[in-house]
């Protein structure tokens, strides 16, 4: 069955990939490993490009270095969304009886990645470009979606859970759901060093 992956790629690196060595990841090789028995179509990538903070001030070029090694890869596509950066000032936790304080913040917002995530996935649905739709994402934000691609236009929908529990709004309305173990993700590893049509780059240390 002709199958379509579409990736939230905050939702799967803050619920997966943070502060594991398995950032470098081949997605088409992890999903292979995990759906055996679907011929996978295209890989839709949803994220948005970092700015750089002070305490990270390399953030951006890491990421960019992990888009690079995604384009090496056939049929993977990558969707962007913004992130809005502002400061806002916040309540801080005080004593009972005490004046309230406030400190000013770094308020980091990304935008847009869900909504073209919906987007593409009713798109492709009403296209008729597969017969089973895979959402990398436990956000029960798309709930609205995949029903509809479900129950609407009859399609099979399936969730790779990056979180370490799924999502009791979602489990009712899927085909199935895997989670993404720690052995698959290390068993799907770009090799270190990858070349496209600039040259040779390396993946980022730390990672």
Avoid at 105 to 114: F, L, M
Avoid at 135 to 152: M, Q, T
Wanted: glycine letters at 4%.
């Amino acid at each position: 069955m002709r199958t379509n992956v579409y990736v939230d790629g905050f939702n799967l690196y803050y619920g997966a990939l943070r502060k594991t060595p398995f950032r470098w990841v081949n997605l088409r090789t992890l999903f292979q490993l995990l759906l055996p028995n679907n011929p996978i179509q295209d890989i839709k990538y949803f994220t948005a490009l970092v700015a750089a903070r002070p305490t990270d001030l390399t953030q951006p070029q890491r990421q960019q270095l992990y888009l690079r090694a995604l384009a090496t890869v056939p049929n993977i596509s990558v969707h962007l969304g913004h992130f809005l950066v502002h400061e806002v000032m916040m309540a801080l936790v005080v004593p009972p009886g005490q004046p309230q304080k406030f400190v000013k913040v770094i308020k980091t917002e990304e935008k847009g990645s869900d909504v073209n995530l919906a987007t593409q996935l009713l798109h492709d649905a009403h296209m008729n470009r597969f017969d089973v739709a895979v959402v990398v994402s436990n956000d029960s934000d798309l709930l609205g979606p995949i029903k509809i691609v479900r129950n609407e236009l009859n399609k099979k929908v399936g969730v790779l859970n990056p979180q370490k529990n799924p999502s009791r709004a979602i489990l009712p309305h899927i085909d199935f759901i895997k989670q993404i173990r720690a052995g698959a993700l290390q068993a799907s590893l770009f090799p270190d060093q990858l070349s496209d049509q600039h040259g040779t780059f390396t993946k980022p240390l730390g990672w």
